[in-house]
Nanobody, 118 residues
């Protein structure tokens, strides 16, 4: 098991930006696909973005709802995954989590709350 600790959430107005960080304490490798998920009140957890280290860069995928606004990146040397969120909308309000893709049996962290006001 790897301990995942998310941070960087907060309150912003529509159009604002936030950068989330996820520190992994334990063994993750460049071959692991890491991802950000989110869960809004009353809704199921959904996949937001994923990153697989590949060659000199990485392969990324995004949910349609965040394409062009969110950017996932990772620093394997620091065991850290980032999510840069720009042009935030009220519908982005949720608790954001990082985990493997698929998460498998990996425990979820506490998440970080993102609140976007209109």
């Amino acid at each position: 098991q790897v301990q995942l600790v998310e941070s960087g959430g907060g309150w912003v107005q529509t159009g604002g930006s936030l950068r989330l960080s996820c520190a992994a304490f334990g063994s993750i490798t460049a071959s692991n696909t890491m991802a950000w998920y989110r869960q809004a009140p009353g809704k199921q957890r959904e996949l937001v973005a994923s990153h697989l280290t590949s060659g000199r860069g990485g392969r990324t995928n995004y949910a349609d709802s965040v394409k062009g606004r969110f950017t996932i990146s990772r620093d394997n040397a620091k065991n850290t995954v980032y999510l840069q969120m720009n042009s935030l909308k009220p519908e982005d309000t949720a608790v954001y989590y990082c985990n493997f893709l698929p998460p498998g049996v990996q425990r979820w962290g506490q998440g970080t709350q993102v609140t976007v006001s209109s």
